[in-house]
Nanobody, 124 residues
Framework: QVQLVESGGGLVQAGGSLRLSCAAS????????MGWFRQAPGKEREFVAA????????SYKDSVKGRFTISRDNAKNTVDLQMNPLKPEDTAVYYC?????????????????WGQGTQVTVSS
């Protein structure tokens, strides 16, 4: 079992940057695929990025490719999402999530563990 706590959200102008961090409890962090999702008001939760257990393979939503970078540190039990440059359409609550298995990285229902979320607001 793993517990997840996000941090690093905030208010930023368009073109700015933020780094989200997710701290995980438990000794089996390195066995989980880790993902970042986001949910804007009135919209469904959507996939943003995911990274495999070893950190050598990642996947991104098309609209964030080249702007966002996911990384993990298995020694520190953390997974980060560097976001730059930000756009107003990136405004949402961002969630960290963990899953087992190698398929379905972009499917929220495949993730068994979720953080409480952190708000990211990008002003134009």
């Amino acid at each position: 079992q793993v517990q997840l706590v996000e941090s690093g959200g905030g208010l930023v102008q368009a073109g700015g940057s933020l780094r989200l961090s997710c701290a995980a409890s438990g000794r089996t962090f390195s066995s989980y695929v880790m993902g970042w999702f986001r949910q804007a008001p009135g919209k469904e939760r959507e996939f943003v990025a995911a990274i495999n257990t070893g950190g050598g393979l990642s996947s991104y939503k098309d609209s964030v490719k080249g702007r966002f970078t996911i990384s993990r540190d298995n020694a520190k039990n953390t997974v980060d999402l560097q976001m730059n440059p930000l756009k107003p359409e990136d405004t949402a609550v961002y969630y960290c999530a963990a899953k087992t298995g190698i398929t379905g990285w972009d499917i929220p229902q495949r993730y068994g563990y979720w953080g409480q979320g952190t708000q990211v607001t990008v002003s134009s």
